[in-house]
């Protein structure tokens, strides 16, 4: 079964104050792992989608990186607007009946202050 | 714009009603997913369809039921089956064009209250 951790479950940061957030995931043959950012009350919003272990993507002050076990969100220089839930999700490669399914870690809940 | 839509953004029930939630999308994406989400938790799984008047069974389907009669909707009929409905409910659709690109985009979510 495939499964996401993601640590830590909170993180508060000033503003200014360089961080990383950990996604940790065991998976049957990854297809693909998946970063959004969630606001209050609000759906998730797309960021990156990382495919193979040694593959970075940036954007902005985000950047996120993938190893065989783990991704890491690096988060340089945040401000409060930053402040949101972070979601972490793997898909699995075809087959079975769950083709298309996102595995989803339980989020972290970052705040930067100011 | 393109995009997903969900309605209504609040939902109150009573214990016994069925309700439906309404999710549309223009984006021309084959593959519509429902998610249910609760504090603390991963999105988990409701059903998804990847074609027109076929869908299937995710994780957590028991109370919830799904039709695809257009490709641009799919709407979610939460029954008096639901043990536990309150919930935050997200949407999400995908292109199935094949290649790298095969995110899932979520619409706005609609929050059931049960009374």
């Known amino acids: 079964e495939d499964q996401v951790t993601q640590s830590p479950e909170a993180l508060r940061l000033q503003e200014g104050e360089s961080s990383s957030l950990n996604c940790s995931y065991t998976?049957?043959?990854?297809?693909?792992l998946f970063w959004y950012r969630q606001d209050p009350g609000k759906g998730p919003e797309f960021l990156f989608t990382?495919?193979?272990a040694g593959e970075e993507k940036e954007k902005e002050r985000l950047k996120a990186t993938l190893t065989k076990k783990e991704s890491f969100l690096h988060i340089t220089a945040p401000k409060p607007e930053d402040s949101a839930t972070y979601l972490c999700?793997?898909?699995?490669?075809?087959?079975?009946?769950?083709?298309?399914?996102?595995?989803f870690g339980q989020g972290t809940i970052l705040t930067v202050h100011p | 714009d393109g995009g997903i839509t969900q309605s209504p953004k609040y939902l109150f029930r009573k214990e016994g009603q069925n309700v439906t939630l309404s999710c549309e999308q223009n984006?021309?994406?084959?593959?519509m997913y429902w998610y249910r989400q609760d504090p603390g938790q991963g999105l988990r799984l409701i059903y998804y369809?990847?074609?027109?008047?076929?869908?299937q069974k995710g994780d957590i389907a028991e109370g919830y039921s799904v039709s695809r009669e257009k490709k641009e909707s799919f709407p979610l009929t939460v029954t008096s089956a639901q043990k536990n409905p309150t919930a935050f409910y997200l949407c999400?659709?995908?292109?199935?064009?094949?290649?790298?690109?095969?995110?899932?985009?979520f619409g706005p979510g609609t929050r059931l209250t049960v009374l």
């Open positions: 984006l021309n994406h084959d593959a």
């Open positions: 998976v049957s043959g990854l297809r693909g």
């Open positions: 999400a659709s995908r292109s199935l064009a094949g290649g790298l690109t095969d995110t899932q985009y």
């Open positions: 999700a793997v898909r699995a490669r075809a087959g079975g009946t769950s083709y298309g399914k996102l595995t």
């Open positions: 990382l495919y193979s």
């Open positions: 369809s990847q074609i027109v008047n076929d869908f």
